[in-house]
Structure formats: structure tokens, C-alpha cells
């Protein structure tokens, strides 16, 4: 299953498939839906980013998008190379897909896709959305509240309820870092 955050669907296929499955939904104007629950999901208080990519553009798009979630909830999410060497990898991939097309979490092969077609001033916003997904968070309808999480999102950055979803599913990381006595990793 996997969840293409474009149009929101579900795919039963490989990721590629899925790929071309949004764009076919997309121009039959697939209605956006939600669903709960996530095959794989990543802790943010102990996991690290790890793009499948060397172009320093996308490097610092990650990188910004990572920003997003560390300076909303605190977080410690890193980049594969600046984070301890046992914490989960979350892998994540850019690839050329259609233009209405903006990413997804495949949570049953476990990876990120970012739209390499994306514009790039939309980048962060959209890598802070499918990192949200890797969390475990939802979709967030629109008329609902404003959020990262609202489908289709290129522009939202995290909000306090969205950061308020996040600790109800993780807890803050401060008090998880007394609790296990986890060694503090450097920001
Ligand atoms: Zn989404």
C-alpha cells in the first residue's frame, strides 16, 4: 500500500506503478481521501533522513525540510551521515514523476519519493509532509484546519496542531530523553 499525496490514493502495486496510477487518477479527477494507519512508521525522536541523491540542491532540500520539523517540535532528525549509527534510516528518493504529482510515503517498501519536477521553493514543504506520514500522521482535510498535513500541501509549513498530533502519537522528545536516559544528540 501507499499513499500518493498529490491526488491521495491507494496503491496495492509497486511504487512505480503507483507513480503512474496518480497520474492517471489525477487527470480522471480522483477524489482526495485519508486512511488510518501506516505499515511502517518512524520515531522522530531517534531516526535519521537518508536521501537516495548527491545533487546538493536536493541535499539541501532535505535538509530544509528536516529544518521544518526540528524547529516546529524540536525534533532531532538528521541527515544519514550526522546521525548516530544505530538509529532506522528513513530512505528517501527523488524521482521524475508527472507535474500534479508532489510525493509519497510507500510504508510497505518503506521509502520516501519527492518529485525531482517538483519546484524547488516547494521542496521542503513537501519532504516535511511525507517525513510527517513517516511519523504517522494523517491527512488533515482543509476545511478542517490549516496543516502540514492537508493533502496536496505545497506551502503550510508544521503548526502547533500538527505538532500537538505528533507528541500525542510520540510524546515530546525532552521527556523521552529522561525517561530512556538516551544520550542527547547534538543540534
Ligand atoms: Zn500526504
Given at each position: 500500500?501507499?499513499?500518493?499525496?498529490?491526488?491521495?490514493?491507494?496503491?496495492?502495486?509497486l511504487p512505480r506503478t503507483c507513480l503512474i496510477a496518480v497520474t492517471l487518477a489525477v487527470a480522471a479527477g480522483c477524489s482526495n481521501s485519508s486512511r488510518e494507519g501506516f505499515l511502517h512508521t518512524f520515531d522522530p525522536c531517534a531516526a535519521a533522513v537518508a536521501p537516495e541523491t548527491a545533487a546538493a540542491d536536493e541535499l539541501d532540500a532535505v535538509s530544509a525540510g528536516i529544518a521544518l520539523w526540528n524547529g516546529a517540535a524540536k525534533l532531532q532528525l538528521a541527515l544519514d551521515g550526522d546521525a548516530p549509527p544505530e538509529w532506522?534510516?528513513?530512505?528517501?528518493?527523488?524521482?521524475?514523476?508527472?507535474?500534479?504529482f508532489h510525493?509519497?510515503?510507500?510504508d510497505e517498501h518503506v521509502?520516501?519519493?519527492?518529485?525531482?519536477?517538483?519546484?524547488?521553493?516547494?521542496r521542503p514543504?513537501?519532504?516535511?509532509?511525507?517525513l510527517g506520514h513517516t511519523f504517522g500522521l494523517v491527512h488533515i482535510a482543509p476545511e478542517a484546519r490549516t496543516s502540514l498535513m492537508n493533502a496536496g500541501n505545497l506551502d503550510v509549513t508544521p503548526t502547533a496542531e500538527d505538532?500537538?498530533?505528533l507528541f500525542?502519537?510520540?510524546g515530546t522528545c525532552?521527556?523521552?530523553?529522561?525517561?530512556?536516559?538516551?544520550p542527547a544528540f547534538p543540534r
Open positions: 500500500m501507499c499513499r500518493c499525496c498529490a491526488r491521495v490514493l491507494t496503491c496495492d502495486t532506522p534510516r528513513i530512505p528517501l528518493r527523488f524521482q521524475d514523476a508527472a507535474g500534479g510525493g509519497l510515503y510507500d521509502i520516501v519519493f519527492i518529485n525531482r519536477r517538483l519546484d524547488p521553493a516547494y514543504v513537501v519532504i516535511a509532509h511525507e505538532v500537538a498530533a500525542a502519537i510520540w525532552e521527556r523521552r530523553a529522561v525517561r530512556t536516559s538516551r
